[in-house]
């Protein structure tokens, strides 16, 4: 399955999935990454493994809707069947959405529905939670909203900023995107209303406590 990622900076999410699909016998194969900003490091990165790149800068369009219509045939004649948005900061209006449903995962810093939107980790920590993470979920037109296929779940430490608690988060959210990447490729995930059935054999894991009492 080709796949289009959306990104607008970094681009570490884009670089995890790249290169987890540079594996032999990989079932995705990255089509083109474009951004919105034409700064963004993550360009290099995708340009360092051989895929095609593009600068779509919604600065350069009348509306949203116009940019929305500019990416959407960008991603159409680069042959891609699915999209990665992978820190792509412009909400994507309902119209794109609908044309491309249950084609288009998202990353996001939290443990959805909590957190959408901006500076999670900071909220996270004013807010003194035990637990946040990182969610991989199919976009709808509500920002950060959608049928939720994986979440990582990492304890908030005493002493923690945005950026230790930020780097925990990230390195889930390295894991979990190529791993869902890897399910909707193989077609083992079915949405039904707001849940994500994943037909493959995944182990579970316990509750867990945050602080944790001593053990002797
Ligand atoms: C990631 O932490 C991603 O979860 C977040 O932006 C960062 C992009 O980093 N996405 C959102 O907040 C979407 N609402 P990256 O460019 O290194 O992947």
Known sequence: MRFATLISGRGSNMQALLEACAEPG???KPAIVISNKA????????????????????????SRHDFEAALHQAIVESGAEMICLAGFMRL???????RWRDRILNIHPSLLPAYRGLHTHQRVLEDGVRFSGCTVHFVRPEMDAGPIVFQACVPVREGDTEDSLGARVLAWE????????RLMAEGKLR??????????????????????????
């Open 174 to 181: 390295h894991k979990l995107y190529p791993l869902a990447l």
């Open 191 to 216: 949405v039904e209303g707001k849940v994500v059935h994943i037909d493959a054999p995944l182990a579970l894991q316990d509750g867990l406590m945050n602080p944790c009492p001593e053990r002797n």
């Open 39 to 62: 700064d963004a490091a993550g360009l290099e990165i995708a340009r360092a493994h051989g895929v095609p790149t593009k600068v779509i800068s919604h600065k350069d369009f009348p």
């Open 92 to 98: 994507l209006e309902a119209d794109f959405v609908d």
């Open 26 to 28: 990989h079932p995705a």
